[in-house]
Protein backbone atom coordinates (compact mmCIF):
# COMPACT_ATOMS: atom_id res chain seq x y z
CA UNK A 1 0.00 0.00 0.00
CA UNK A 2 2.86 2.22 0.84
CA UNK A 3 4.44 1.46 -2.80
CA UNK A 4 0.72 2.85 -4.20
CA UNK A 5 0.62 6.22 -2.20
CA UNK A 6 4.19 7.02 -3.44
CA UNK A 7 3.26 5.65 -7.26
CA UNK A 8 0.35 8.29 -6.62
CA UNK A 9 2.59 11.34 -5.31
CA UNK A 10 5.24 10.63 -7.84
CA UNK A 11 2.23 10.69 -10.70
CA UNK A 12 0.67 13.87 -9.25
CA UNK A 13 3.71 15.64 -8.33
CA UNK A 14 3.08 16.05 -5.14
CA UNK A 15 4.44 16.52 -2.02
CA UNK A 16 3.42 15.56 2.29
CA UNK A 17 6.98 15.61 3.79
CA UNK A 18 5.94 19.69 5.62
CA UNK A 19 2.60 18.13 6.75
CA UNK A 20 4.12 14.92 7.89
CA UNK A 21 6.80 16.96 9.76
CA UNK A 22 3.85 19.05 11.14
CA UNK A 23 2.13 16.25 12.39
CA UNK A 24 5.41 14.77 14.11
CA UNK A 25 5.36 18.22 15.85
CA UNK A 26 1.53 17.96 16.43
CA UNK A 27 2.15 14.75 18.26
CA UNK A 28 4.64 16.33 20.55
CA UNK A 29 2.55 19.12 21.62
CA UNK A 30 -0.49 16.44 22.46
CA UNK A 31 1.94 14.37 24.38
CA UNK A 32 3.23 17.70 26.03
CA UNK A 33 0.53 18.47 28.53
CA UNK A 34 -0.08 14.16 29.81
CA UNK A 35 4.15 14.65 30.62
CA UNK A 36 3.62 18.03 32.25
CA UNK A 37 0.75 16.12 34.22
CA UNK A 38 3.46 13.54 35.13
CA UNK A 39 5.19 16.48 37.61
CA UNK A 40 2.03 17.97 38.80
CA UNK A 41 0.72 14.57 40.08
CA UNK A 42 4.46 14.07 41.41
CA UNK A 43 4.22 17.49 43.21
CA UNK A 44 0.71 16.72 44.58
CA UNK A 45 2.43 14.13 46.53
CA UNK A 46 5.04 15.96 48.43
CA UNK A 47 4.40 16.81 51.88
CA UNK A 48 4.36 20.21 51.25
CA UNK A 49 3.14 20.95 47.54
CA UNK A 50 4.92 24.12 45.80
CA UNK A 51 1.31 26.23 44.29
CA UNK A 52 3.40 28.94 42.72
CA UNK A 53 5.04 25.53 40.51
CA UNK A 54 2.43 23.59 39.92
CA UNK A 55 0.50 27.06 38.83
CA UNK A 56 3.52 27.41 36.73
CA UNK A 57 3.05 23.58 35.12
CA UNK A 58 -0.65 24.32 34.69
CA UNK A 59 -0.17 27.68 32.77
CA UNK A 60 2.44 25.59 30.68
CA UNK A 61 -0.07 23.35 29.98
CA UNK A 62 -2.69 25.72 28.92
CA UNK A 63 0.41 27.39 26.82
CA UNK A 64 1.08 24.02 25.27
CA UNK A 65 -2.63 23.48 24.57
CA UNK A 66 -3.00 26.55 22.66
CA UNK A 67 -0.21 26.19 20.46
CA UNK A 68 -1.22 22.70 19.92
CA UNK A 69 -4.38 23.96 18.72
CA UNK A 70 -2.89 26.86 16.53
CA UNK A 71 -0.48 23.80 14.85
CA UNK A 72 -3.27 21.33 14.49
CA UNK A 73 -5.29 24.14 12.39
CA UNK A 74 -2.72 25.15 10.36
CA UNK A 75 -1.52 21.35 9.41
CA UNK A 76 -5.22 20.46 9.00
CA UNK A 77 -5.65 23.72 6.19
CA UNK A 78 -2.50 22.88 4.62
CA UNK A 79 -2.42 19.08 3.90
CA UNK A 80 -5.98 19.22 2.97
CA UNK A 81 -5.29 22.23 0.52
CA UNK A 82 -2.66 19.99 -0.55
CA UNK A 83 -4.42 16.43 -0.92
CA UNK A 84 -7.90 18.32 -2.40
CA UNK A 85 -4.80 20.25 -5.47
CA UNK A 86 -3.27 16.33 -5.58
CA UNK A 87 -6.73 14.50 -6.27
CA UNK A 88 -7.75 17.71 -8.94
CA UNK A 89 -4.89 16.92 -10.52
CA UNK A 90 -5.07 12.61 -10.44
CA UNK A 91 -8.76 13.38 -11.57
CA UNK A 92 -6.89 15.58 -14.47
CA UNK A 93 -4.32 12.90 -15.68
CA UNK A 94 -7.03 10.06 -15.76
CA UNK A 95 -9.48 11.70 -17.56
CA UNK A 96 -6.26 12.40 -20.25
CA UNK A 97 -5.33 9.22 -19.66
CA UNK A 98 -8.89 8.33 -20.97
CA UNK A 99 -8.64 10.14 -24.17
CA UNK A 100 -5.51 8.61 -24.42
CA UNK A 101 -7.16 4.95 -24.82
CA UNK A 102 -8.25 3.43 -28.11
CA UNK A 103 -12.12 3.26 -28.15
CA UNK A 104 -11.29 -0.79 -27.55
CA UNK A 105 -10.66 -0.01 -23.93
CA UNK A 106 -14.59 1.23 -23.66
CA UNK A 107 -15.52 -1.93 -25.44
CA UNK A 108 -14.24 -3.96 -22.55
CA UNK A 109 -15.12 -1.45 -19.58
CA UNK A 110 -18.35 -0.54 -18.31
CA UNK A 111 -18.66 3.74 -18.39
CA UNK A 112 -19.79 3.39 -14.51
CA UNK A 113 -16.80 1.65 -13.96
CA UNK A 114 -14.77 3.93 -15.57
CA UNK A 115 -16.65 6.79 -13.39
CA UNK A 116 -16.66 4.82 -9.91
CA UNK A 117 -12.71 5.54 -10.64
CA UNK A 118 -12.76 9.13 -11.37
CA UNK A 119 -15.09 10.19 -8.56
CA UNK A 120 -15.40 7.19 -6.03
CA UNK A 121 -12.07 5.77 -6.45
CA UNK A 122 -10.29 9.01 -6.06
CA UNK A 123 -12.18 10.29 -3.17
CA UNK A 124 -11.63 7.25 -1.24
CA UNK A 125 -7.35 8.35 -1.95
CA UNK A 126 -8.66 11.75 -0.81
CA UNK A 127 -9.79 10.07 2.56
CA UNK A 128 -6.69 8.70 3.13
CA UNK A 129 -4.56 11.08 2.93
CA UNK A 130 -6.04 13.64 4.34
CA UNK A 131 -7.67 12.25 7.15
CA UNK A 132 -6.24 8.48 7.68
CA UNK A 133 -2.92 9.22 6.79
CA UNK A 134 -2.54 12.01 9.23
CA UNK A 135 -4.19 10.18 11.99
CA UNK A 136 -1.66 7.70 11.77
CA UNK A 137 1.29 9.77 11.83
CA UNK A 138 -0.19 11.39 14.95
CA UNK A 139 -1.10 8.06 16.60
CA UNK A 140 2.31 6.75 16.04
CA UNK A 141 4.07 9.81 17.15
CA UNK A 142 1.96 10.82 20.11
CA UNK A 143 2.06 7.17 21.58
CA UNK A 144 5.84 7.34 20.85
CA UNK A 145 5.93 10.16 23.06
CA UNK A 146 4.03 9.34 25.77
CA UNK A 147 5.66 5.42 25.93
CA UNK A 148 8.53 8.13 26.97
CA UNK A 149 6.91 9.21 29.68
CA UNK A 150 5.46 6.21 31.12
CA UNK A 151 8.67 4.70 30.61
CA UNK A 152 10.68 7.07 32.80
CA UNK A 153 8.16 6.61 35.47
CA UNK A 154 8.11 2.64 35.47
CA UNK A 155 9.34 0.16 32.93
CA UNK A 156 8.17 -2.55 33.96
CA UNK A 157 4.69 -1.46 33.42
CA UNK A 158 5.28 0.56 30.62
CA UNK A 159 6.73 -2.64 29.16
CA UNK A 160 3.70 -4.73 29.74
CA UNK A 161 0.85 -2.13 28.51
CA UNK A 162 2.93 -1.93 25.26
CA UNK A 163 2.48 -5.42 24.72
CA UNK A 164 -0.70 -4.58 23.76
CA UNK A 165 -0.20 -2.95 20.39
CA UNK A 166 1.81 -6.27 18.63
CA UNK A 167 -1.55 -8.35 20.22
CA UNK A 168 -4.08 -5.42 18.62
CA UNK A 169 -2.51 -5.47 15.71
CA UNK A 170 -2.65 -9.14 14.86
CA UNK A 171 -6.48 -8.96 15.28
CA UNK A 172 -6.29 -5.83 12.94
CA UNK A 173 -4.15 -7.77 10.32
CA UNK A 174 -6.89 -10.39 10.88
CA UNK A 175 -9.78 -7.56 10.38
CA UNK A 176 -7.41 -6.71 6.90
CA UNK A 177 -7.60 -10.16 5.94
CA UNK A 178 -11.44 -10.36 5.84
CA UNK A 179 -11.79 -7.00 4.41
CA UNK A 180 -9.30 -7.76 1.92
CA UNK A 181 -11.73 -10.66 0.74
CA UNK A 182 -14.85 -8.84 0.80
CA UNK A 183 -13.97 -5.40 -0.77
CA UNK A 184 -12.97 -6.70 -4.03
CA UNK A 185 -17.06 -8.21 -4.19
CA UNK A 186 -18.56 -4.80 -2.55
CA UNK A 187 -16.57 -2.50 -4.86
CA UNK A 188 -17.47 -4.95 -7.72
CA UNK A 189 -21.25 -4.63 -6.93
CA UNK A 190 -20.81 -0.65 -6.40
CA UNK A 191 -19.65 -0.17 -9.56
CA UNK A 192 -22.43 -2.61 -10.73
CA UNK A 193 -24.90 -0.86 -9.25
CA UNK A 194 -23.58 2.62 -10.68
CA UNK A 195 -23.90 1.00 -14.01
CA UNK A 196 -27.30 0.17 -14.04
CA UNK A 197 -28.72 3.20 -12.34
CA UNK A 198 -26.92 5.12 -15.70
CA UNK A 199 -29.28 2.26 -17.45
CA UNK A 200 -31.86 3.08 -15.78
CA UNK A 201 -31.43 6.67 -16.28
CA UNK A 202 -30.76 6.78 -19.59
CA UNK A 203 -33.44 3.93 -20.89
CA UNK A 204 -36.30 5.81 -18.48
CA UNK A 205 -38.15 7.18 -21.71
CA UNK A 206 -38.51 3.16 -22.86
CA UNK A 207 -39.04 1.92 -19.01
CA UNK A 208 -42.19 4.65 -18.89
CA UNK A 209 -43.11 3.54 -22.07
CA UNK A 210 -43.43 -0.35 -21.22
CA UNK A 211 -44.85 0.44 -17.59
CA UNK A 212 -41.36 -1.13 -16.28
CA UNK A 213 -40.22 1.76 -13.89
CA UNK A 214 -39.91 2.11 -10.26
CA UNK A 215 -39.54 -1.86 -8.59
CA UNK A 216 -40.80 -3.40 -12.02
CA UNK A 217 -37.10 -2.62 -13.08
CA UNK A 218 -35.57 -5.41 -11.17
CA UNK A 219 -32.13 -5.37 -12.77
CA UNK A 220 -31.87 -2.32 -10.62
CA UNK A 221 -33.70 -3.88 -7.75
CA UNK A 222 -30.93 -6.45 -7.98
CA UNK A 223 -27.88 -4.92 -8.18
CA UNK A 224 -29.03 -2.79 -4.90
CA UNK A 225 -30.01 -5.96 -3.02
CA UNK A 226 -26.66 -7.24 -4.06
CA UNK A 227 -24.60 -3.86 -3.41
CA UNK A 228 -26.63 -4.39 0.23
CA UNK A 229 -25.24 -7.63 0.76
CA UNK A 230 -21.76 -7.88 0.47
CA UNK A 231 -21.72 -4.29 2.15
CA UNK A 232 -22.84 -6.03 5.45
CA UNK A 233 -20.69 -8.81 4.70
CA UNK A 234 -18.04 -5.94 4.26
CA UNK A 235 -18.79 -4.31 7.95
CA UNK A 236 -20.34 -7.66 9.51
CA UNK A 237 -17.64 -9.72 9.15
CA UNK A 238 -14.38 -7.95 9.88
CA UNK A 239 -15.71 -5.89 12.61
CA UNK A 240 -15.42 -7.93 15.46
CA UNK A 241 -11.82 -8.42 14.80
CA UNK A 242 -11.79 -4.42 14.97
CA UNK A 243 -13.62 -4.97 18.45
CA UNK A 244 -11.14 -7.37 19.66
CA UNK A 245 -8.02 -4.68 19.31
CA UNK A 246 -10.32 -2.16 21.46
CA UNK A 247 -10.44 -5.50 23.78
CA UNK A 248 -6.80 -6.27 24.02
CA UNK A 249 -6.15 -2.58 24.64
CA UNK A 250 -8.85 -2.83 27.35
CA UNK A 251 -7.26 -6.28 28.80
CA UNK A 252 -3.76 -5.23 28.87
CA UNK A 253 -4.96 -1.74 31.20
CA UNK A 254 -6.84 -4.19 33.53
CA UNK A 255 -3.84 -6.00 33.87
CA UNK A 256 -1.51 -3.55 34.55
CA UNK A 257 -4.01 -2.19 37.18
CA UNK A 258 -3.95 -5.57 39.01
CA UNK A 259 -0.22 -6.30 39.02
CA UNK A 260 0.18 -1.92 39.90
CA UNK A 261 -1.98 -3.12 43.12
CA UNK A 262 0.36 -5.97 44.14
CA UNK A 263 3.89 -4.15 43.57
CA UNK A 264 2.20 -1.26 45.41
CA UNK A 265 1.06 -3.77 48.32
CA UNK A 266 4.85 -4.91 48.02
CA UNK A 267 5.99 -1.52 48.24
CA UNK A 268 7.98 -2.01 44.81
CA UNK A 269 6.23 0.71 43.37
CA UNK A 270 5.19 3.87 44.49
CA UNK A 271 1.67 5.06 44.64
CA UNK A 272 2.54 8.39 42.64
CA UNK A 273 3.59 6.28 39.88
CA UNK A 274 1.06 3.92 40.13
CA UNK A 275 -1.69 7.13 39.97
CA UNK A 276 0.29 8.27 36.97
CA UNK A 277 0.05 5.03 35.45
CA UNK A 278 -3.79 4.92 36.02
CA UNK A 279 -4.19 8.69 34.57
CA UNK A 280 -1.62 8.75 31.97
CA UNK A 281 -2.11 5.17 30.84
CA UNK A 282 -5.02 4.97 29.75
CA UNK A 283 -4.47 8.10 27.27
CA UNK A 284 -1.74 5.96 25.84
CA UNK A 285 -4.35 3.83 23.99
CA UNK A 286 -7.03 6.28 22.28
CA UNK A 287 -4.83 7.46 19.68
CA UNK A 288 -4.12 3.33 18.85
CA UNK A 289 -7.50 2.96 19.01
CA UNK A 290 -8.23 5.24 16.16
CA UNK A 291 -5.31 3.66 14.17
CA UNK A 292 -7.16 0.38 14.18
CA UNK A 293 -9.87 1.50 12.60
CA UNK A 294 -7.70 4.04 10.15
CA UNK A 295 -5.66 0.82 9.57
CA UNK A 296 -8.75 -1.70 8.25
CA UNK A 297 -10.30 1.38 6.46
CA UNK A 298 -6.67 2.03 4.81
CA UNK A 299 -6.68 -1.73 3.53
CA UNK A 300 -10.02 -1.53 2.22
CA UNK A 301 -9.45 1.97 0.40
CA UNK A 302 -6.35 0.21 -1.19
CA UNK A 303 -8.31 -1.15 -3.68
CA UNK A 304 -9.32 1.82 -4.47
CA UNK A 305 -5.35 2.76 -5.01
CA UNK A 306 -5.33 -0.78 -7.22
CA UNK A 307 -7.88 0.47 -9.50
CA UNK A 308 -6.31 3.75 -10.04
CA UNK A 309 -2.80 2.54 -10.62
CA UNK A 310 -4.16 0.23 -13.47
CA UNK A 311 -6.38 2.61 -14.99
CA UNK A 312 -2.80 4.85 -15.16
CA UNK A 313 -0.90 1.91 -16.69
CA UNK A 314 -3.36 0.91 -19.32
CA UNK A 315 -1.40 0.54 -22.45
CA UNK A 316 -2.08 3.43 -24.76
CA UNK A 317 -1.79 3.46 -28.67
CA UNK A 318 1.45 3.42 -30.29
CA UNK A 319 2.59 7.11 -29.99
CA UNK A 320 3.47 7.68 -33.52
CA UNK A 321 5.36 11.19 -34.38
CA UNK A 322 4.06 14.15 -35.35
CA UNK A 323 4.14 13.67 -39.04
CA UNK A 324 2.10 15.85 -41.64
CA UNK A 325 0.93 14.09 -45.39
CA UNK A 326 0.98 16.28 -48.14
CA UNK A 327 -1.70 14.51 -49.50
CA UNK A 328 -5.18 13.34 -48.62
CA UNK A 329 -5.89 10.36 -50.01
CA UNK A 330 -6.44 7.01 -48.01
CA UNK A 331 -5.54 3.46 -48.75
CA UNK A 332 -6.40 0.42 -47.05
CA UNK A 333 -3.97 -2.47 -47.75
CA UNK A 334 -4.94 -6.08 -46.43
CA UNK A 335 -6.51 -4.50 -43.28
CA UNK A 336 -8.24 -8.07 -40.90
CA UNK A 337 -9.90 -6.08 -37.55
CA UNK A 338 -11.68 -8.02 -34.54
CA UNK A 339 -13.51 -6.31 -32.11
CA UNK A 340 -13.91 -8.71 -28.52
CA UNK A 341 -15.58 -11.03 -29.70
CA UNK A 342 -15.99 -11.37 -33.55
CA UNK A 343 -14.03 -10.81 -37.35
CA UNK A 344 -15.41 -7.13 -38.50
CA UNK A 345 -13.22 -6.49 -41.45
CA UNK A 346 -11.23 -9.99 -43.39
CA UNK A 347 -8.30 -8.77 -45.90
CA UNK A 348 -9.99 -5.40 -46.98
CA UNK A 349 -7.70 -3.46 -49.48
CA UNK A 350 -9.21 -0.13 -51.11
CA UNK A 351 -8.53 3.51 -52.02
CA UNK A 352 -10.21 6.71 -51.45
CA UNK A 353 -9.25 9.18 -53.83
CA UNK A 354 -7.92 12.89 -52.47
CA UNK A 355 -10.64 15.55 -52.76
CA UNK A 356 -13.48 13.16 -53.82
CA UNK A 357 -16.69 11.66 -52.28
CA UNK A 358 -16.56 7.94 -51.71
CA UNK A 359 -19.53 6.13 -50.08
CA UNK A 360 -19.16 2.71 -47.84
CA UNK A 361 -22.66 0.92 -48.84
CA UNK A 362 -23.52 -2.60 -47.06
CA UNK A 363 -25.68 -3.98 -44.38
CA UNK A 364 -26.13 -3.87 -40.83
CA UNK A 365 -22.59 -5.27 -39.19
CA UNK A 366 -20.74 -5.18 -43.02
CA UNK A 367 -18.09 -2.97 -41.25
CA UNK A 368 -18.75 0.46 -43.02
CA UNK A 369 -18.68 2.45 -39.39
CA UNK A 370 -15.61 -0.08 -38.42
CA UNK A 371 -13.96 1.20 -41.22
CA UNK A 372 -14.48 5.49 -40.62
CA UNK A 373 -13.12 4.52 -36.67
CA UNK A 374 -10.25 2.66 -38.35
CA UNK A 375 -9.42 6.02 -40.52
CA UNK A 376 -10.17 8.22 -37.22
CA UNK A 377 -7.52 5.73 -35.40
CA UNK A 378 -10.15 5.01 -32.78
CA UNK A 379 -8.84 1.19 -32.82
CA UNK A 380 -5.41 0.20 -34.49
CA UNK A 381 -6.25 -2.97 -36.83
CA UNK A 382 -4.49 -6.36 -35.81
CA UNK A 383 -3.37 -6.88 -39.65
CA UNK A 384 -2.64 -4.82 -42.37
CA UNK A 385 -1.72 -1.47 -43.08
CA UNK A 386 -4.08 1.91 -43.56
CA UNK A 387 -1.60 5.13 -44.82
CA UNK A 388 -3.05 8.49 -45.38
CA UNK A 389 -1.13 10.46 -48.22
CA UNK A 390 1.44 7.42 -47.84
CA UNK A 391 1.94 7.37 -44.04
CA UNK A 392 1.09 5.15 -42.47
CA UNK A 393 -1.35 6.54 -39.42
CA UNK A 394 0.24 4.15 -36.87
CA UNK A 395 3.47 6.33 -37.61
CA UNK A 396 1.37 9.41 -37.05
CA UNK A 397 0.49 10.45 -33.34
CA UNK A 398 -3.47 9.99 -32.45
CA UNK A 399 -3.44 13.95 -32.24
CA UNK A 400 -2.12 14.49 -35.56
CA UNK A 401 -4.52 12.11 -37.15
CA UNK A 402 -7.26 13.68 -35.36
CA UNK A 403 -6.33 16.81 -36.57
CA UNK A 404 -6.46 15.86 -40.31
CA UNK A 405 -10.35 14.41 -39.54
CA UNK A 406 -13.83 16.01 -39.13
CA UNK A 407 -16.65 13.55 -38.17
CA UNK A 408 -20.48 14.24 -38.96
CA UNK A 409 -22.40 11.17 -36.88
CA UNK A 410 -26.25 10.34 -37.17
CA UNK A 411 -26.05 10.12 -33.45
CA UNK A 412 -24.69 13.67 -32.55
CA UNK A 413 -23.35 14.49 -28.86
CA UNK A 414 -23.24 17.69 -27.39
CA UNK A 415 -22.25 18.88 -24.15
CA UNK A 416 -23.96 20.72 -21.64
CA UNK A 417 -22.50 24.28 -22.24
CA UNK A 418 -23.81 26.56 -24.87
CA UNK A 419 -24.32 26.91 -28.44
CA UNK A 420 -21.10 29.09 -29.19
CA UNK A 421 -19.04 26.75 -27.19
CA UNK A 422 -20.28 23.32 -28.84
CA UNK A 423 -19.34 24.83 -31.79
CA UNK A 424 -16.07 25.91 -30.74
CA UNK A 425 -14.97 22.99 -29.69
CA UNK A 426 -13.59 22.60 -33.82
CA UNK A 427 -11.28 25.34 -32.58
CA UNK A 428 -11.56 27.06 -29.55
CA UNK A 429 -9.38 30.16 -30.86
CA UNK A 430 -11.86 30.81 -33.17
CA UNK A 431 -12.54 34.65 -34.03
CA UNK A 432 -16.66 35.83 -33.40
CA UNK A 433 -16.32 36.39 -37.20
CA UNK A 434 -15.37 32.37 -37.82
CA UNK A 435 -18.29 31.34 -35.46
CA UNK A 436 -20.90 33.46 -36.97
CA UNK A 437 -20.15 32.15 -41.07
CA UNK A 438 -19.92 28.69 -40.18
CA UNK A 439 -23.02 29.33 -38.24
CA UNK A 440 -24.55 30.76 -41.44
CA UNK A 441 -23.13 28.19 -43.40
CA UNK A 442 -24.37 25.46 -41.69
CA UNK A 443 -28.01 26.71 -41.30
CA UNK A 444 -27.62 27.20 -37.50
CA UNK A 445 -28.86 30.87 -37.77
CA UNK A 446 -32.02 29.77 -38.86
CA UNK A 447 -32.71 28.40 -35.32
CA UNK A 448 -31.18 30.83 -33.34
CA UNK A 449 -33.53 33.60 -33.03
CA UNK A 450 -36.32 30.51 -31.41
CA UNK A 451 -33.34 30.20 -28.51
CA UNK A 452 -33.43 32.51 -25.57
CA UNK A 453 -30.09 33.58 -25.81
CA UNK A 454 -29.15 32.86 -29.09
CA UNK A 455 -25.55 31.42 -29.32
CA UNK A 456 -25.43 31.77 -25.69
CA UNK A 457 -27.73 29.73 -25.18
CA UNK A 458 -27.03 26.24 -22.95
CA UNK A 459 -28.07 23.33 -25.24
CA UNK A 460 -28.71 20.88 -22.11
CA UNK A 461 -26.76 17.21 -21.37
CA UNK A 462 -26.07 15.66 -25.03
CA UNK A 463 -28.12 18.72 -26.50
CA UNK A 464 -31.45 17.74 -24.67
CA UNK A 465 -32.62 20.70 -24.85
CA UNK A 466 -32.53 20.71 -28.89
CA UNK A 467 -34.18 19.24 -31.47
CA UNK A 468 -32.50 16.03 -33.71
CA UNK A 469 -31.87 18.71 -36.70
CA UNK A 470 -30.75 21.58 -34.38
CA UNK A 471 -28.03 19.16 -33.19
CA UNK A 472 -26.90 18.10 -36.12
CA UNK A 473 -26.61 21.98 -37.66
CA UNK A 474 -24.26 22.65 -34.64
CA UNK A 475 -22.11 19.42 -35.44
CA UNK A 476 -21.74 20.36 -39.23
CA UNK A 477 -20.67 24.37 -37.55
CA UNK A 478 -18.23 22.98 -35.47
CA UNK A 479 -16.86 20.52 -38.25
CA UNK A 480 -16.65 23.59 -40.52
CA UNK A 481 -14.47 25.47 -38.13
CA UNK A 482 -12.45 22.65 -37.62
CA UNK A 483 -11.58 23.07 -41.47
CA UNK A 484 -9.75 19.26 -41.54
CA UNK A 485 -9.04 17.73 -44.85
CA UNK A 486 -10.96 14.64 -44.66
CA UNK A 487 -14.53 14.48 -44.01
CA UNK A 488 -16.41 11.49 -42.48
CA UNK A 489 -20.37 11.23 -42.62
CA UNK A 490 -21.88 8.68 -41.55
CA UNK A 491 -25.99 9.48 -42.96
CA UNK A 492 -26.44 12.62 -41.17
CA UNK A 493 -30.04 12.90 -42.68
CA UNK A 494 -31.45 9.44 -41.81
CA UNK A 495 -33.76 10.34 -39.46
CA UNK A 496 -34.86 13.54 -40.10
CA UNK A 497 -37.62 15.08 -41.40
CA UNK A 498 -37.87 16.40 -44.71
CA UNK A 499 -37.69 20.02 -44.06
CA UNK A 500 -34.45 19.22 -41.06
CA UNK A 501 -33.41 17.20 -43.90
CA UNK A 502 -33.13 20.30 -46.89
CA UNK A 503 -30.61 22.45 -44.27
CA UNK A 504 -28.78 19.60 -42.93
CA UNK A 505 -28.25 19.00 -46.66
CA UNK A 506 -26.91 22.73 -47.64
CA UNK A 507 -24.91 22.75 -44.65
CA UNK A 508 -23.40 19.26 -45.55
CA UNK A 509 -22.61 20.71 -49.44
CA UNK A 510 -20.83 23.99 -47.72
CA UNK A 511 -18.78 20.87 -45.65
CA UNK A 512 -17.39 18.74 -48.12
CA UNK A 513 -16.02 21.36 -50.15
CA UNK A 514 -12.71 19.91 -51.97
CA UNK A 515 -12.63 17.82 -49.12
CA UNK A 516 -11.80 14.30 -49.16
CA UNK A 517 -15.01 12.72 -47.94
CA UNK A 518 -15.83 9.37 -46.63
CA UNK A 519 -19.75 8.73 -46.57
CA UNK A 520 -21.42 5.78 -44.68
CA UNK A 521 -24.38 5.52 -46.76
CA UNK A 522 -27.90 4.25 -45.74
CA UNK A 523 -30.38 5.96 -48.38
CA UNK A 524 -28.47 5.48 -51.28
CA UNK A 525 -30.37 8.14 -53.81
CA UNK A 526 -27.79 10.72 -51.18
CA UNK A 527 -24.67 8.75 -52.95
CA UNK A 528 -25.78 8.10 -56.17
CA UNK A 529 -23.40 11.00 -57.59
CA UNK A 530 -20.50 10.07 -55.71
CA UNK A 531 -17.07 9.41 -57.02
CA UNK A 532 -16.66 5.91 -55.41
CA UNK A 533 -19.26 3.59 -53.84
CA UNK A 534 -17.94 0.64 -51.75
CA UNK A 535 -19.72 -2.82 -51.50
CA UNK A 536 -19.55 -4.14 -48.38
CA UNK A 537 -20.59 -7.74 -47.10
CA UNK A 538 -19.89 -9.62 -44.22
CA UNK A 539 -16.64 -7.54 -43.55
CA UNK A 540 -15.30 -7.79 -47.45
CA UNK A 541 -15.35 -5.64 -50.44
CA UNK A 542 -18.12 -7.40 -53.07
CA UNK A 543 -17.61 -4.69 -55.59
CA UNK A 544 -16.89 -1.29 -55.86
CA UNK A 545 -17.21 1.75 -58.65
CA UNK A 546 -19.62 4.70 -59.70
CA UNK A 547 -23.19 4.25 -59.48
CA UNK A 548 -24.29 3.24 -63.31
CA UNK A 549 -21.58 1.10 -63.37
CA UNK A 550 -22.72 -1.01 -60.40
CA UNK A 551 -26.61 -0.99 -61.67
CA UNK A 552 -24.98 -2.71 -64.59
CA UNK A 553 -23.16 -4.84 -63.05
CA UNK A 554 -26.62 -5.99 -61.48
CA UNK A 555 -25.02 -7.90 -58.16
CA UNK A 556 -25.53 -7.06 -54.39
CA UNK A 557 -25.75 -3.22 -55.03
CA UNK A 558 -28.60 -2.76 -57.63
CA UNK A 559 -30.36 -5.40 -55.57
CA UNK A 560 -30.01 -2.84 -53.05
CA UNK A 561 -30.90 -0.04 -54.84
CA UNK A 562 -34.08 -1.91 -56.24
CA UNK A 563 -34.92 -2.65 -52.82
CA UNK A 564 -34.87 0.96 -51.97
CA UNK A 565 -36.84 1.54 -54.94
CA UNK A 566 -40.01 -0.44 -53.71
CA UNK A 567 -40.21 0.71 -50.56
CA UNK A 568 -40.39 4.49 -51.56
CA UNK A 569 -43.40 6.18 -50.57
CA UNK A 570 -44.86 3.11 -48.39
CA UNK A 571 -48.04 3.35 -46.09
CA UNK A 572 -49.65 2.09 -43.89
CA UNK A 573 -53.04 0.32 -44.81
CA UNK A 574 -55.96 -0.77 -41.59
CA UNK A 575 -58.38 -3.80 -42.70
CA UNK A 576 -61.06 -1.98 -43.95
CA UNK A 577 -58.70 0.57 -46.49
CA UNK A 578 -57.63 -2.82 -48.27
CA UNK A 579 -60.92 -3.94 -48.79
CA UNK A 580 -61.99 -0.73 -50.35
CA UNK A 581 -58.77 -0.72 -52.82
CA UNK A 582 -59.24 -4.65 -53.43
CA UNK A 583 -63.06 -3.48 -54.74
CA UNK A 584 -61.62 -1.06 -57.03
CA UNK A 585 -58.40 -2.66 -58.39
CA UNK A 586 -59.30 -6.08 -58.36
CA UNK A 587 -56.38 -8.40 -58.51
CA UNK A 588 -54.24 -6.00 -56.27
Given at each position: ?40 I ?53 G ?50 L ?21 A ?11 E ?6 V ?111 N ?10 D ?37 V?F ?15 S ?25 D ?12 I ?74 M ?68 D ?32 S ?6
Amino acid sequence: MIGNIRYIFRVTKTRMVRSLLGELLHGMLLATPTGILLLVIWELFEPVPDTTYLWKLVAIMVGSFLVQMFVASKIYAYTNTIVYKMSCKLRIILGDRLQQLSLGFYKKRDPGDLASVILQDVTNVETILGHALPDIFGAVFGTLFLSLFLLATDWKLALLMLLAIPVAFLFAFLATLLMEQFSHAQVRFRNETGSRFIEYIMGIRHLKAYNQTGEKFTTLETAFNALRKASIKLEAIPGPMVLMTFVAFEFFFLFMIYLGLGRLAEETLSIQALVAFLIIGYRLYEPLKILMIDYAMINYMNVSLNRIIDLLETPLQEKGKDLQPDLHDIEFQGVTFSYIDRDILKDVSFTIPQRRMTALVGASGSGKTTIANLIARFWDVQKGHISIGGIDIREMSPNTVYRLISEVFQDVYLFDDTVRNNILIGKPEATEDEILEVAKKAQVTEFLHQLPDGLDTRVGEGGSHLSGGQKQRISIARAMLKDAPIILLDEATASLDPENEIYIQQAIQELVKEKTVVVIAHKLQTIKNADKIIVLEHGKIKEQGRHTDLLKNNLLYANYWRNQKMTTGWKLFDEKTKQKESAVKPGL
